[in-house]
């Protein structure tokens, strides 16, 4: 029986939009370990305060930021499930410094980029947060490594991210398909909600941190004033959160580089990647200010990248301001 009414589970989704129709089942399989380690990491957010679960464990990670204990949760919730799914070969995390690697012959691997949780500043004030996901597949009888992980965004297979929000919303890209399913809490099961999802012609919000303005170069200056005054300012301060509202609402999202951060602040691989193939599927676009997010060779696994994403003709109005210098 469907979960929550009329509506489809993911599961009864993507046995009759993929299995049936010929998809192999592996990468549903992915799909669905990714849905069940976001129930659990739904719980863990929602309960932190109550098991004083909440706050930094005094960790410092690869990245050189404080690792909140719901970080660490979120990571070995997902490791788990992936590789307990049968059919990942590699993860990389922004947790974990070197690449997991799966035990076992994985004949139709993928490989999986994740942000277990994105927005961890915003933990502690109960502001809404996410997960996020690239997917990749390894060529027939390839013997994964840390290169495998290393490839364009371009080559992804399917991306997707979970906002934790006030409600817990799980998008879905393939090529050609962008789809929404909400969770519903009391059977655990997410449900169609948000099928076919296309970036709105019209653009009402841009989101950026207006605080760094003063360290942004002299085009970037510019291509954001356009924005401050064309648009209305929506900044969260979780990507996912910000992302998500663009892409049913409508807007743009930029974190250029600055002054203090020459590459930006997000990353390439399990940041901008996934989200950059969401918004393309969905009709909109993603940049550097100066090229194509998916066209990127990766040079290492937790670089970083400047970030224009989200209504196509606003992103590219935006790296036009920006090229012109
Ligand atoms: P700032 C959260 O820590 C994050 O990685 C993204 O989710 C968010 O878009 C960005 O950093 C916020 O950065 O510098 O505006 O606080």
Redesign the pocket.
Known sequence: MPAVGHRKTLQEYLTSEWQDKGRNGGLGAVIMAIADGSCRVEHQVRQASLADALGATGEINVQGEIVQRLDTASSDIFVETLSQSGHVAAIGCEEIERPVIVEGDIADGFIVLMDPL????NIDVAVSIGSIFGIWQKSPGEIVNEDSLLRPGKDQVAAAYVVYGSSTVLVLATKGNVCGFTLDTESGAFALTHPGIKIPAECPYYST?EG?NKVLDQPTQKAITLLRNKYSQRYV????A?FHRNLLKGGIFA?PADQNRKDG??RLMYEANPLGFVAEQAGGAASTGYQRILDIVPQELHQRTPLILGNKDVVEDTVSVIKAG
Request: glycine share 14%.
């Open positions: 994105d927005g961890s500043s941190n760094n301060g979780s990507l996912v910000d974190y602040r997000l």
